[in-house]
């Protein structure tokens, strides 16, 4: 994901800030483990409850968000982002 000229169209923002907080959440499920607290910091089991195919569902999302970001969004605002300058 380039933010080069500072604008990012809906799907990369979006997928930018899943990864951000899966990334906390999975600091947060390392330092518990760590801490020999096993997953009790996992915020997204936490928030989610009993609904464990919603908590899937955003496991799911910030997996796509990983590989969107990898792969790069190819959307007309991020090409122009990307487009090398002369």
Same mark, same amino acid.
């Given at each position: 994901m380039n933010s080069c000229c500072g604008k990012k169209c809906v799907a990369a923002?979006? &997928?930018m800030w899943l990864l951000v907080i899966g990334? $906390?959440?999975w600091l947060l499920v390392g330092v518990s483990m760590y801490m020999g607290k096993g997953d009790d910091y996992n915020v997204?089991?936490?928030l989610l409850g009993t *609904?464990? *195919?919603l908590? &899937? $569902?955003v496991y799911i999302l910030v997996g796509l968000s990983a590989v969107m970001t990898l792969w790069g969004c190819k959307c007309a605002t991020c090409a122009t982002c990307e487009a090398p300058k002369a």
């Open positions: 923002t979006i &997928a990334g $906390l959440n997204v089991k936490y *609904w464990s *195919w908590e &899937a $569902l």
